[in-house]
């Protein structure tokens, strides 16, 4: 192979050590012939001779980061298996590709690059020289995937239409004397026998020039180069039944006596059979990209812009930040903004599947997508286009409809080899039919090579794992759970035990302040005022509470710092004030003097001590109550009857943590904990296989990320969310249930769909190559094949579709 240029876009170099360090370890990758790393531009520049792949690993593993590209390519002729194998291949081979993903379900091709690799246009011209047109995906202007899918339902309808209608004739004359005696006969009184046969292969001529020309204008192309598909397949076989049965038709006399059969209806059903099950099989993918359409069609095409000439409706697209919106009653949210005027409640419920509508006042978020009420509002625009909350929504779900689980692994070694093994199958049965069948022997083996040809086809393992993918994550995206990547949904079946954070995540994570205990001679209103100036500079639920307490005219703080899972520190009216939790009085050597026992009070009844101290001395204990969340009980519960075991992490004191655990029903608990003790305590738990985390807040990213599957709230920090696998647009913990549910569903439906996508093949090649035969048993007709073989897939893709109908465990519980 050629030697090629890579160059990597760094992340995480900060001297000559990093330098050393990844050139070491890309040096260490087999087909690296030299590296070059740049600490100035933070670029590295290695020449290799194979795929980009391992030299972005080993820079990882390393312990530094790679920028990537993302490019989307819409892809024709992609049918089965090994034509996603072969267009994955050969977009792994294009510079700077570090992976690619090809979807036989939406006819897309993700692929990651590295910056300055191949761009989508390259891309593109790449998959068009290996025999798959292509073109680059503008995900800002796409238009709806389902728009296309029809298309080509209706296109498909037209030829599976024609075909039937043209080869109707052909079977009548060919197999209308099996069913009625003397029916041939009296066909050939006007015609002759050779009449019919003319008829047949004009008719059956007219079926492969016309509909059926698509298996030979794409699949022969690829047979040429080696790479054959199942267009090849149905190529081959009507292209062999078409051609014998012509010979017996015009030079009856270069066959073998006795063997001068025609086989027009067999080539003529056959495609007549495979235009059906593709239409069908069309049909049935429009429907497993439901979600996105969905997603898409949330968002209207234009707003009501308030202007300096009164309001002013305009396109989507021509919105910028600080554009005011005029929202009237019942009407579509246009994009992401805060509102600036009015009161009333708007249904969120379909991007995060909770019921009731949400109350909104000035300062308010709104999100795109969404339905206002009954009152009208005014807000300014924050987000546009692409980086809007529902945009953002959109592509998590692409990508990981997208996306291939690591159980795919198994069908691509499989269908990297099949189509030639079932080439090779074939060929074996034409040779033994005609070295030791039965005469007539060349009529038999050409039934039996036709038959292995069309039987084996590998539609169904092609979809057998994206459909259940796409289904899935969809349904999963309109019950308001977000799989940003398909690896998340068999991660998640497998999960043993599910930990959670306890505040924002059991807990509503608006706490109030319940009490106040001061120390001798401190003011009550001097304690909230030194705590309120700290925590006004905090988004954290407990600085809210203080801060709704505190007194209105706070003044300014400085040098603040915020220490994750143990509060605040920072100076106010010159005095070195700390908040925050025992753990950091203990830190700063502040004594807790009388105070100690009325935090432990304050913590045995279930809620938390925040300790206030100023210039080295405690001044007050605070007590914030957070009350739990009314379905986190149910949601424990619904985990437990799963068979999984449940535990709380949490950095707050070990007698709060308890209290919330008896009351949920948690046998474990680990309590008091910094964010990378967090870290630790799941590696604890995974002995026991492995570990899901829920949390919402910004100490919670380590451990979202250190699990095995990392479950975000999506009301928490987007920090958190962004180090999640699985996003709840709700609070609601019995999403978690949900996501575990329908990922255990998911694996299931694929099991399913790869057992039978298997057992089809392994059991019916070997009957259509004639095992059978020798034992009195039938010889599959190349009709029957092709009918058995849209079968399999119809299978794969209507017990995927089953996934639709899951129903939320919350639901299943009203009466």
């Not at 920028?67 to 291949?89: F, M």
């Not at 308010?364 to 692409?386: M, Q, S, Y």
């Not at 979202?704 to 599957?709: G, K, V, Y």
Request: charge should be neutral; glycine fraction near 12%; include cysteine.
């Amino acid at each position: 192979m050629a030697v090629q240029i890579t160059r990597l876009t760094l992340q995480g170099l900060h001297c000559a050590g990093c330098v050393r360090r990844v050139e070491r370890a890309l040096a260490e990758v087999a087909d690296v012939v030299g590296a070059r790393v740049n600490l100035a531009t933070g670029m590295a520049e290695v020449d290799h001779v194979g795929p980009a792949a391992p030299l972005v690993k080993a820079v990882e593993g390393a312990g530094f980061g790679v920028l990537r590209d993302t490019y989307v390519l819409s892809v024709e002729g992609a049918s089965c298996a090994s034509c996603v194998n072969r267009i994955e291949r050969a977009l792994i081979a294009q510079p700077g590709v570090i992976e690619a993903s090809m979807s036989l379900t939406t006819g897309e091709a993700r692929v990651i690059v590295t910056p300055g690799g191949a761009n989508a246009a390259e891309l593109a011209r790449a998959l068009v020289r290996a025999g798959y047109p292509a073109r680059p995906r503008d995900t800002a202007t796409a238009p709806d995937p389902g728009i296309a899918r029809t298309a080509e339902v209706r296109m498909l309808r037209r030829k599976a239409g024609l075909a039937a209608a043209l080869a109707l004739p052909v079977v009548v004359m060919e197999m209308g004397g099996h069913l009625v005696p003397g029916f041939r006969e009296w066909l050939a009184l006007p015609f002759g026998e050779q009449g019919l046969r003319v008829v047949s292969f004009l008719l059956t001529t007219a079926i492969l020039a016309v509909p059926g020309r698509m298996f030979f204008s794409r699949g022969l192309p690829l047979l040429w180069k080696g790479v054959p598909d199942m267009n090849a397949l149905v190529a081959l076989g009507t292209g062999a039944a078409w051609g014998f049965s012509t010979l017996a038709t015009f030079a009856p006399g270069l066959l073998p006596p006795g063997t001068a059969h025609v086989y027009f209806e067999a080539a003529a059903v056959i495609v007549a059979l495979v235009l059906t099950g593709r239409m069908l099989e069309t049909r049935a993918k429009t429907r497993t990209g439901a979600a996105i359409r969905h997603l898409l069609a949330l968002q209207p095409a234009t707003a009501r812009v308030v202007t300096g000439n009164g309001v002013q409706e305009r396109p989507i697209d021509s919105l910028v930040p600080g554009d005011v919106i005029d929202l009237r009653p019942g009407e579509r949210v246009a994009t992401d903004g805060e509102v600036i005027e009015g009161r009333g409640n708007v249904d969120e419920s379909m991007l995060t599947g909770e019921p009731m509508p949400v109350d909104k006042v000035p300062g308010d978020p709104v999100t795109g997508g969404t339905v206002n009420g009954t009152a009208p509002l005014r807000f300014r625009a924050t987000r546009v286009g692409r980086e809007t909350a529902l945009a953002q929504i959109v592509a998590m779900v692409e990508a990981a409809q997208g996306a291939k689980l690591p159980v795919q692994a198994l069908v691509d070694r499989v269908t990297g080899v099949f189509v030639p093994v079932v080439l090779s199958v074939a060929l074996l049965s034409v040779a033994l039919w005609l070295i030791l069948g039965p005469d007539p022997a060349m009529g038999l083996a050409l039934v039996a090579g036709v038959s292995v040809l069309i039987v084996a086809c590998p539609c169904a393992m092609g979809l057998a794992t994206p459909t259940s993918v796409m289904v899935g994550s969809g349904r999963a995206a309109e019950l308001g759970v977000l799989f940003r990547n398909g690896a998340a949904l068999q991660s998640l079946a497998g999960v043993r035990t599910v930990a959670f954070d306890k505040t924002g995540t059991l807990t509503e994570g608006r706490p109030v302040l319940t009490e106040v205990i001061l120390a001798d001679g401190v003011d009550r209103a001097l304690a909230l005022r030194l705590a309120g100036a700290l925590e006004a500079r905090s988004e954290h639920p407990v600085a809210q509470a203080i801060l709704a307490a505190a007194p209105a005219d706070l003044p300014q703080a400085e040098a603040v710092e915020t220490l994750p899972g143990l509060g605040m520190r920072g100076r106010v009216e010159g005095q070195e004030v700390r908040v925050g939790t025992a753990r950091l009085m203990l830190r700063e050597h502040i004594p807790p003097g009388p105070l100690e026992a009325a935090s432990q009070q304050i913590a045995a009844r279930g809620v938390t001590p925040v300790h206030v101290a100023a210039d080295g001395r405690m001044l007050a204990v605070l007590g914030l109550s957070d009350p739990l969340k009314p379905s986190a009980a149910g949601a424990i519960a619904a985990l437990h009857d799963m068979g999984l075991s449940t535990a709380l992490i949490t950095g707050d004191t070990e007698i709060t943590a308890r209290g919330v655990a008896r009351a949920l029903g948690i046998a474990h608990v680990t309590a008091g904990v910094l964010p990378g003790g967090k870290r630790d305590a799941l590696a604890a738990l995974r002995e026991n296989g492995p570990v899901a985390f829920v949390g919402d807040g910004l100490n919670d990213a380590p451990a979202l990320a250190e699990a095995d599957t990392g479950i975000a709230i999506g009301t928490g920090t987007d920090i958190a969310i962004e180090a999640a696998d699985v996003v709840l647009m709700s609070g609601d913990p019995m999403g978690v249930a949900d996501a575990i549910a329908l990922g255990r569903k998911t694996m299931g439906n694929i099991r399913q769909n790869l057992f039978w996508a298997f057992a089809y093949n392994v059991a019916l090649i070997p009957v259509a190559a004639g095992i059978l035969y020798p034992f009195e048993g039938p010889l599959l007709s190349p009709m029957l094949a092709a009918g058995a073989m849209a079968a399999s897939s119809l299978f794969v893709l209507s017990n995927a579709l089953r996934l639709r109908g899951f129903t939320p465990l919350r639901e299943r519980k009203k009466p």
